[in-house]
């Protein structure tokens, strides 16, 4: 028969480091530790993947479903209505005719009306295909915008902060699923009026995905509704669509980008010059720059005669 083993004495040092185990055993069972642990300093704690902000998951918008209730919301609400408030003049949709999508629209920005005017103003083999770029920081804040601003607007969040990995390969990926994008390549509505530089992403896009870019002009939008305005007013505007444009074998994204900006100025002078002036300006390299005179506020906003532009009035009601 085997001799029973003797259990060894226990010291009461070993007993009590016993004791603590199983009491940690106990506290990890329940999620110990109890607080996040902490982080050296000077280094940037890691957040957490937020549901808002450029986080925000924009998939569900572009399902068929909701797809189907958009088109009928933008076809039959919000085109009527920024027929009735803008009172749109739409000028240069032959300059697309045979053009197919995935196509990037570059716009001037002045005024939140911008977004609706252009999404009801595009051709409508491009309108219900077409996703917006929205600044992440002002349309993707709060989860209740986040949802009306993907549903109405089709929209999409982008970092306007930073460069960000996601805010580049998100309309990228959306482009080479057929996508049409629109995009203000300003990265922000104007605060005077006046047009500034434009940034990359719209030359960075064409030249990563080969889809042109169609230059847009709004002229009138500011006096709809300014930046930091509560509520619209009524006023003319006018749209104007110019010929697409493609990158250049070997050409940067900056010299792209300066290109779309000269684009669009061109339309803006085509609109106060006409068609053959401006023309002329653009084969001679002096179209008017979008950004104004350089010198005080005050002046630039007497150049631009916003002031002296009456908004149109509200048709009344047939007497009775």
């Known amino acids: 028969m085997a001799k029973p083993v003797r259990s060894l004495p226990v010291s009461p040092v070993a007993r009590s480091m016993a004791k603590r185990v199983r009491g940690l055993g106990a506290f990890r069972s329940v999620g110990f530790p109890f607080v996040a642990p902490t982080t050296p300093g000077g280094v940037e704690p890691r957040r957490g ?26 076809d039959n609400i919000e085109r009527p209505l920024a027929r009735f408030i803008a009172d749109p003049k739409i000028s240069g949709l032959d300059r697309l005719a045979g053009l197919k999508g995935p196509v990037i629209f570059a716009s001037n920005h002045a005024s939140h009306a911008d977004m609706p005017l252009v999404l009801t103003s595009v051709p409508s083999r491009f309108r219900h295909r077409l996703v917006v770029a929205a ?32 805010s580049a390969d998100l309309p990228a990926e959306l482009i080479g699923e057929g996508w049409s994008l629109l995009i203000f390549p300003e990265g922000g509505r104007s605060p005077d009026g006046w047009g500034h530089e434009h940034r990359g992403g719209a030359a960075y896009l064409a030249t990563r995905t080969g889809a042109p870019v169609v230059p847009i002009h709004l002229e009138g939008t500011r006096r709809i509704i300014k ?30 980008a300066a290109r779309i900006e000269t684009g669009i100025a061109t339309l803006a002078d085509e609109q106060v ?26 002046r630039r906003t007497w150049v631009l005669g916003e002031g002296r532009r009456r908004a149109r009035k509200a048709p009344a009601w047939p007497k009775l």
Request: no cysteine; proline share 6%; glycine share 8%.
């Open 49 to 74: 993947k937020s549901d808002i902000g450029v986080d925000y998951d924009t998939a569900w918008a572009r399902r068929y479903g909701v797809r189907l209730a958009r088109a009928m919301v933008v």
């Open 135 to 166: 600044g992440a920081d002002y349309f993707f804040d709060k989860r209740w915008k986040a949802v009306l601003s993907a549903f109405a607007l089709n929209a999409v969040p982008i970092d306007r902060s930073r460069i960000s990995r996601r």
């Open 227 to 256: 930046k930091g305005a509560s509520r619209p007013s009524l006023a003319s505007t006018a749209v104007t669509f110019g010929r697409p444009l493609r990158p250049e074998p070997a050409e940067s994204s900056r010299t792209f």
């Open 273 to 298: 010059n006409g068609f053959w002036e401006a023309a002329k300006h653009a084969a001679a390299g002096t179209t008017p720059t979008l950004r104004g005179p350089d010198a005080e506020s005050w």
